[in-house]
């Protein structure tokens, strides 16, 4: 279960950065700001990632040493 809430942990901030990411690009005409909303939704897309990748390779490891 805790690989699950790691996950979930992962989840949450990866929607947080991008919830931010969004209308930081859409809404605002200063380049700068558009520019950290960028970065923030490249690291959302990134801590998913990592994420989703962590869980199934502990996943892997748990049903391997289940086994």
Known sequence: MANERTLLSYVRTALGLI????PAVWWFDES????????????????????IRR????KA?????SD
């Open 61 to 65: 490891e748990i049903n391997r040493q």
């Open 55 to 58: 869980f199934l390779t502990l």
């Open 19 to 22: 919830a931010i990411g969004v």
């Open 32 to 51: 700068v700001i558009q520019a950290l909303g960028v970065v923030s939704l490249i690291m959302g897309t990134a801590f998913l990632g990592i994420g």
